[in-house]
């Protein structure tokens, strides 16, 4: 086992942000404009900054102005061997053998900034956002408890990854805090609607990839391509109240009670850094159609955690999950959002759907983990929940290990505020 390189910027233990990952982000540092960012342990790097300094001037970039943009979708788009090959030389700039930064203060003191010092943004302008539902486990749940338990999946779900176009305009970044939503809702036992907050306001667990190519309209991105597309992930926290949701989805699907707030991780993990994790995916059966056929390691094992912090009192751990689970994979669903002639844009965002895993500590959502409220959910501090009360902090986390090699996301943290 070859020993890892380090950096000359401390890591802490169990970081999720080692020299080997290198993600990108948007940070705001005081008195000064949004810039691209990467994250070393808990120091985070200025990238406009080294632009200034000509720490970019040996790469082949004809515009260094996108180091100086709100948002990465400029920088994505100059496409995966020139975005590697910057985060390749960020990791040569701060590997402890290379000290021409290190030995630059001024640089350095303008560059370089404690986490706790930083705002981090959303990362992207986000033009359009799929939320797919390519869970096995998840979707088996559901259907046992809204359906006949013998019929849980519908006809098309090992046909097909489902999926439907969601609301960009309410992704936000982790910090994030959500007023619970109102609409209407349907009462057991009532013969009509009332209107007010939603009683069953719960999260879901999923990741969620950007795409960092264009295609024109019309045409399609084959499976065995669809990598090349794909620059990164986050962790995807997708709100939804259970209740608007029941009496709404029927017959076009999720609405109201999904377009209210989705909160992502911040930092964007690119694919080369994810490579070493990858591992196959479950058996589909029956066999898929010739399009879907991906060939080769498509998932990524990513340890899923998510925790309830209820208002003045310690965080209780209540799921705990693997991305490895995703019947359906990336390439899969990108394959098929383009195989109708649907065009991709730089900085389109896609949604795995809730990932839950066969054990139900493992269920990526209240609605299973309560059951569907039947069942109560034990938090540390003695109190329970069946769905998310007002004051609740949920944080997910996710990271990838594999001997001494760990890649981490951070966090995804949205507090939940009472109904304005």
Not at 89 to 105: G, V
Not at 177 to 182: F, G, L, S, T, V
Not at 190 to 212: H, K, W, Y
Not at 240 to 255: C, H, M, N, T
Request: include cysteine; proline fraction near 7%.
């Amino acid at each position: 086992m070859s020993v890892l390189k380090k950096s000359w910027i401390a890591v802490p233990e169990n970081s999720d942000f080692p020299l080997q990952n290198i993600p990108f982000g948007i940070i705001k540092v005081p008195d000064s404009d949004p810039h691209p960012a990467t994250r070393i342990g808990d120091t985070v790097i200025d990238l406009s900054v080294l632009a200034d300094f000509g720490y970019f001037d040996s790469l082949d970039i004809d515009n260094l102005s996108l180091f100086y943009t709100p948002v990465l979708n400029d920088f994505i788009a100059l496409g995966k061997q020139t975005t590697n090959a910057v985060r390749l030389h960020l990791m040569k700039l701060f590997s402890e053998e290379n000290q021409d930064l290190e030995n630059n203060l001024e640089a350095r003191s303008l560059a370089l900034y404690p986490i706790d010092k930083v705002e981090v943004l959303l990362p992207l302008n986000i033009g359009d956002y799929t939320d797919f539902y390519s869970s096995r486990e998840h979707a088996t749940n559901v259907g046992k408890m809204f359906r006949d338990p013998e019929s849980a999946l519908l006809p098309n779900w090992k046909y097909l990854p489902v999926g439907y176009h969601g609301r960009s305009s309410s992704i936000v970044a982790s910090g994030a805090e959500i007023h619970r939503p109102k609409g209407q809702l349907m009462p057991n036992g009532a013969d009509q609607p009332i209107f007010g907050p939603s009683r069953l306001l719960d999260f879901e667990l999923e990741m969620a990839f950007v795409t960092g190519k264009e295609t024109k309209l019309g045409t399609s991105v084959p499976v065995e391509q669809a990598e090349d597309y794909i620059f990164g992930m986050v962790i995807f926290n997708d709100l939804s109240a259970r209740d608007i949701q029941k009496w709404e989805y029927v017959p076009l699907g999720p609405f109201l009670a999904k377009n209210f707030g989705s909160v992502i991780s911040p930092w964007i993990v690119t694919m080369e850094a994810l490579e070493p994790f990858r591992t196959q995916g479950p058996i589909q059966e029956p066999d898929v159609l010739p399009y879907l056929i991906a060939s080769g390691k498509r998932n990524f094992d990513v340890h899923l955690e998510v925790s309830i912090q209820p208002e003045n009192s310690s965080e209780s751990v209540i799921c705990r999950s693997n991305f490895k689970y995703m019947y359906w994979n990336m390439s899969q669903q990108l394959a098929h959002q383009t195989v109708n002639g649907c065009n991709i844009r730089v900085g389109d965002m896609y949604a795995s759907g809730t990932i839950s895993g066969p054990e139900p500590n493992s269920f990526g959502s209240m609605l299973e983990l309560s059951w569907g409220g039947k069942n109560l959910i034990q938090l540390s501090d003695g109190d329970t929940r069946t769905f998310l009360k007002d004051g609740d902090t949920v944080i997910m986390r996710g990271y990838c290990q594999k001997d001494d090699l760990r890649i981490g996301f951070g966090e995804s943290v949205t507090k939940i505020l009472p109904a304005l």
